[in-house]
């Protein structure tokens, strides 16, 4: 059911409990300007406020997923003016969801598009997703993580060449190299992403949160420091009503219903 739709983004839910962002700024293929991740950020901000929903998608329309931050409006800027502003830094928003979004890439999703994918928690592509990082070509670099999360996905070789080079890589190579856990046709895209999303969006709300925020550890500190974390976390499970549910549900054969508490 639709939500609603702004300058760049609609907005919708399902009736399984999944948040659907699509980006549909068709003649800039989904370029990422000001106004666009502003939408963006406003979308995440009301399903992560909404009781109803479980997990939330991001997908582009047309033959992008997002070609990349807005070049023409990055153009005329100077150093003191992105520097001053911490231009873009509000794109952060995206990493730091409370609840599970996946990154459902269509197409291209170059630059800032694919640190956009990237600072979502589960990737897929489609067989006709491409992935770079081009910035190298204009004169600059990622500016969103791309450095950062890239080489952790990819590891050093193939970041450092697809950085240096600004040479993109499909789908296929993008599962082999870990940075999706799916590639399917683009017709089928959308509706393995619900599947995923919809199984997420049916467990508690407040253990899927504890449980994103235990995997992002993994990225920000020593296996020693993440394993207590990790410990910690699961103890703090046993003061969730959503704990006793999930264990009387499997010890009494049935589905677990949880809350939220
Ligand atoms: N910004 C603005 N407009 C764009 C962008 C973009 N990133 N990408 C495409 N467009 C526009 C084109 O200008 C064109 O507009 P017009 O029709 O008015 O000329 C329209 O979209 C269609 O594009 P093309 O004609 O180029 O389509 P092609 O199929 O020939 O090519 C490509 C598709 C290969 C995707 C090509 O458009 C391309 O290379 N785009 C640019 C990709 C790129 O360099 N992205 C990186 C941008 S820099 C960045 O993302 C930095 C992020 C930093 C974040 C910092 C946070 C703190």
């Known amino acids: 059911e639709n939500r609603w739709s702004g300058e760049y983004v609609h907005v919708s839910h399902t009736d399984s ?53 807005d070049i023409k409006e990055m153009l005329p800027l100077n150093y003191a003016q992105v520097a001053g502003g911490d231009f873009l830094a509000h794109w952060g928003r995206v990493s730091k969801n409370t609840k599970p979004v996946l990154a459902a890439v269509n197409g291209f999703a170059f630059g800032g598009g694919c640190e956009l994918a990237m600072m979502c928690d589960i990737m897929y592509a489609s067989d006709k997703a491409v992935f770079g990082q081009p910035e190298i070509k204009l004169g600059t670099i990622p500016g969103a993580g791309g450095t950062q999360r890239l080489t952790r996905a990819v590891g050093k070789s193939l970041s450092m060449e697809m950085c240096l080079s600004g040479e993109p890589i499909k789908a296929d190579q993008a599962l082999v190299a870990g940075l999706v856990s799916k590639v399917v046709p683009g017709d089928q895209l959308l509706n393995e992403a619900h599947k995923t999303a919809a199984k997420i969006a049916e467990m508690s709300q407040l253990t899927t949160a504890i449980c994103k925020e235990a995997v992002n550890v993994a990225f920000e500190s020593t296996l020693a420091e993440g394993v207590r974390f990790e410990r910690r976390m699961f103890h703090a499970t046993f003061g969730t009503e959503d704990r006793r549910e999930g264990m009387s549900a499997f010890a009494e054969k049935r589905k677990a219903n949880f809350k939220d508490c």
């Open 17 to 69: 409990k999944v948040g659907l962002i699509e980006l549909d700024r068709p003649k800039a293929l989904n370029a990422l300007c000001d106004g666009l991740m502003l939408e963006v950020a406003k979308a995440l901000d009301e399903f992560d406020a909404d009781k109803s929903i479980g997990a939330v998608i991001i997908t582009g329309r047309g033959r992008a997923f997002a070609a990349g931050a």
